[in-house]
């Protein structure tokens, strides 16, 4: 029971990571918010491990609003915030080869959805000068790669909002943590989509702690 009592909110939380990291949190005594656009699998799986569930779009800043809203009416706090929610994109364009469209969304997704997050959630827990981010950027973040370009770009920006975000939060004695976790290959519904019938199961994932 490392959380127990804590109000926390897993955006993507309706499947792959966000899932098993909703799971967790339950399993350890939050009180849990899955935040998805995925309305069937995120009402069944808040079902299953008794956890409430909120339609929400990372890509906009008054989706943000409006959760951040609804956690504090219901809950008067944020404790936990666990960003999950990402795309990977056209895996078999290159760096030359993708379109300013692909680009866009990708990196709207990933990158821009995070930090609407931080902004909309981390001066709530400075409020009350406590809290934890936990964003999910990506093994790629340390690697080059030919292709997927967008995607890791956007996690390459992830790690670096991170630094930002845990140095804001412990300004002024305040104790308000930002760490990253970058994950290698992990198959997921997302990644079923994006990579089928390509898998090499990683080891374990890298973590970089930042506050």
């Known amino acids: ?16 990571i966000g899932a098993e990291c909703a799971r967790t949190l339950v399993r350890e005594g939050a009180s849990v918010t899955i935040a998805d656009i995925a309305d069937e699998a995120g009402v069944a799986l808040a079902g299953e491990i008794g956890a409430a569930y909120c339609r929400h779009d990372v890509t906009s800043l008054d989706s943000w609003r409006d959760l951040v809203a609804e956690l504090i009416e219901r809950h008067g706090r944020i404790d936990v915030l666990v960003h999950c929610a990402g795309i990977v994109g056209d895996v078999k364009l290159s760096c030359l080869d993708t379109t300013p469209e692909e680009w866009n969304r990708v990196l709207q997704v990933n990158l821009t959805g995070t930090f609407w997050g931080c902004k909309a959630v981390v001066p709530e827990m400075l409020k009350r000068g406590t809290g934890s981010v936990v964003l999910l950027s990506s093994i790629v973040s ?32 305040n ?18 989509r994006s990579c ?14 930042h506050g």
């Open 1 to 16: 029971m490392r959380v127990a009592e804590k109000i926390a909110v897993v955006t993507g939380g309706a499947s792959g």
């Open 175 to 192: 104790r308000v943590r930002c760490n990253s976790v970058h994950p290698g290959s992990i198959r997921s519904p997302m990644t079923d």
């Open 142 to 173: 340390y690697m080059a790669t030919s292709v997927a370009t967008p995607y890791g770009v956007s996690k390459a920006g992830v790690q670096q909002l991170t630094r930002s975000v845990a140095i804001v939060g412990a300004k002024d004695g």
């Open 196 to 209: 089928p019938g390509v898998w090499s199961f990683a080891s374990g994932c890298r973590t970089r702690s």
